[in-house]
């Protein structure tokens, strides 16, 4: 049997014309961007035609946009300059991925800075008035993610932009779960750096970006040749770069058919768990208007999401748990903590993430062996 894959929040399948674009660069363009001669100076024009690209869809300079392994990497890179530019408390938000959290943990733990958190409510999105509390710290560093990558809660960037706007105060947005899902595009000021990664959006995995506001230096992590303006050194990963570009460009451009496909896709599931009558509890914003499409985060009362996870799996359905698995035993997901959800419904999520190329009739089909493995399997 086919497998359903809905686990599209982890990684994405590579778009066919974004392979397309990158073949050329693994097969016959051998050059490194630095080389003078003319392989070097194709490789060059590729990386730069990429910059262009990615900063032409966010309408910023494209000199500050700086190449990374992926959005862990950009995400660290933010963090470690915001540490180094100014001296107050590092905050983040409750629910920021684990790359913010550890990096900030990391820098907090080794040099005694004072660390902070923005509390959410309990749809998952970022309380103001702990912001207002946050503020009154006088924060090195505010990260606030776009959109959750657990529960898809849309965050109030602007309304935070706002606030921080003109200050010294560097707000670091992770925007690797929006593009393509949100109506997000351009930095609003007051942001001054924002991380994308490429395999969240149907490029190859091991490339991101980091967009940062030039009067917010960059302090690098690695030295070396100099690349990136000395702000990344190591050899640009040609191939990876072309595609993050052309998938950039491509989520940018397809917005709202990617929005109506996965409108679409989380709309005959839910239609179809209903019908089946099977029972469950939704975590996030009840709003569609918070949060992004395609993006469930479901409790099915009862039963265990490891033990779900495991029985669907066997029986051809990729999904995945919010919580984070140590030691042999699933621990609770941070951000349904946060949100306030106990330990019990909170072991018993999963989250289920369809993606914009998958096709329609997956969501039903999926929701089919959902029901038949809770009844049959799981005797729930
Ligand atoms: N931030 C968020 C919100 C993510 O979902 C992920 C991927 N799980 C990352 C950062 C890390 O991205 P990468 O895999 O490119 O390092």
Sequence with gaps: MKRVYLDHNATSPPDPRVLLA?????????????????????ARRAVEDARDEIAQAMAVPAREITFTSGATEANSLAIFSAHQH?????????????SILAAVKHLGESTGRPIGTLAVDEAGVVRLDSLYEALELNPALLALMAVNNEVGSIQPIDAVARQVAGSN???????VQ??????????????SSLSISGHKIGGPKGIGALWCHEEFPIAALFW?????????????NVAGIVGLGRAFRLAREELSAR???????????LV??????????????????LRIPGTL?????GVRGERLMIALDLDGVAISLGSACSSGAAEPSPVLRAMGVEKLPNLESVRISFGATQALGEGTEAAQVIHDVLRLKLNS
């Design 297 to 301: 985060n479901l409790r099915f009362p």
């Design 86 to 98: 100014g001296r107050g408390t590092l905050v983040a938000s409750a629910i920021e991925h684990p």
């Design 169 to 175: 105060i560097w707000l670091h947005v992770d925007a």
């Design 22 to 42: 990158m073949e050329p660069w693994l097969r016959e363009h051998c050059g490194n961007p630095s080389s003078l001669y003319a392989e070097g100076r194709l």
């Design 224 to 236: 070396g040749g100099g690349q990136e303006r000395g702000r990344r050194a190591g050899t640009e």
């Design 259 to 269: 929005q109506a496909r996965l409108s679409a896709l989380e709309s005959e599931f």
């Design 272 to 289: 179809a768990l209903h019908r089946n009558g099977v029972n469950f509890e939704r975590h996030g914003p009840a709003t569609a208007a």
């Design 178 to 191: 929006a593009w393509g899902k949100a109506d997000f595009g351009t930095p609003p000021p007051g942001v």
